[in-house]
């Protein structure tokens, strides 16, 4: 018999992987009847957003945490390569629009481990994009400057 999880082991488990994929990143468990009674939802954007959406139907809280975990691990190479790209897209505006891409300015739509993590691959990729490279991302020291990740 395996052993039940508490709601709070439920809670650090889904807090967890969300804090890996980053803070719009939501993720819901529902309850319901049948085969398989529990649903596990992710919604890697938010959950305004359908894109990348992941789902897994179990039996018991333990498999559903460890299924949606699984499909996250397979689909994570395809969600980097998107914010890279949606990134990289957002350095090339902001460098036309302001003469430099800061952080402070690419945190406004991704979160600061995102432009941390992405942000080398983004310019790279945003080099190959645009003719008005190299891109870069100018840090920002000060009352907008970045909290630690």
Same mark, same amino acid.
């Given at each position: 018999m395996t052993k039940q999880m508490t709601v709070k @082991?439920?809670?650090a488990q889904m807090r967890e992987l969300t804090k890996r994929i980053g803070p719009r990143a939501d993720l819901s468990i529902y309850i319901g009847h049948g085969e398989q009674p529990l649903w596990i939802s992710l919604y890697?954007?938010?959950t305004t957003k359908e894109e990348g959406h992941l789902a897994f139907h179990a039996d018991d809280f333990a498999e559903a945490?460890?299924?949606?975990? $699984?499909?996250w691990d397979k689909y994570q @190479?395809?969600?980097k390569a998107t914010i890279t790209r949606k990134m990289?897209?957002?350095i090339i505006r902001l460098t036309d629009e302001f003469g430099t891409c800061t952080d402070a $300015?690419?945190?406004? @739509?991704?979160?600061?481990g995102q432009v941390s993590s992405y942000g080398e691959a983004a310019c790279a990729l945003a080099d190959t994009?645009?003719?008005k490279g190299p891109f870069g991302i100018v840090r920002v020291?000060? $009352?907008n400057k970045a909290d630690a990740a």
């Open positions: @082991e439920i809670q890697p954007y938010g945490l460890d299924g949606i975990n $699984a499909a @190479e395809q969600f990289a897209l957002a $300015a690419l945190r406004q @739509e991704f979160d600061n994009m645009a003719a020291d000060g $009352a």
